[in-house]
């Protein structure tokens, strides 16, 4: 069983920058794909992004138009979302997930362990 455990997030002012970080508990860490969603109130939950297993392929989604960037840290068993430039309609529960598969995804159906959220908050 994978656990996924989000920190990093908070209230912040429009126009500053947060780093999210997503650590797993399992050694086999280092061999899955690994994605960011968010989900605000009322709305679907929404694909971020996500980066393949040796962190060589990365996908965003639309809206982040080069403000975030997606990394991670396999010694540390530790992914990253590095959040620049934030705005109000950033604000939403930001969710880590891993999947059993080879390949990172944009859909979070292909994704099989969630953690439990971290909540960011963009005043304007």
């Known amino acids: 069983q994978v656990r996924l455990v989000e920190s990093g997030g908070g209230l912040v002012q429009a126009g500053v920058s947060l780093r999210l970080s997503c650590a797993a508990s399992?050694?086999?860490?280092?061999?899955?794909?690994m994605g960011w969603f968010r989900q605000a109130p009322g709305k679907e939950r929404e694909f971020v992004a996500a980066?393949?297993?040796?962190?060589?392929?990365?996908y965003y989604g639309d809206f982040v138009k080069g403000r975030f960037t997606i990394s991670r840290d396999s010694d540390k068993n530790t992914v990253y979302l590095q959040m620049n430039s934030l705005k109000p309609e950033d604000t939403a529960v930001y969710y880590c997930a891993a999947r059993e598969g080879n390949r990172a995804s944009t859909f979070s159906s292909n994704y099989d362990y969630w953690g439990q959220g971290t909540q960011v908050t963009v005043s304007s």
């Open positions: 980066i393949s297993w040796n962190g060589d392929v990365t």
């Open positions: 399992e050694r086999t860490f280092s061999a899955r794909p």
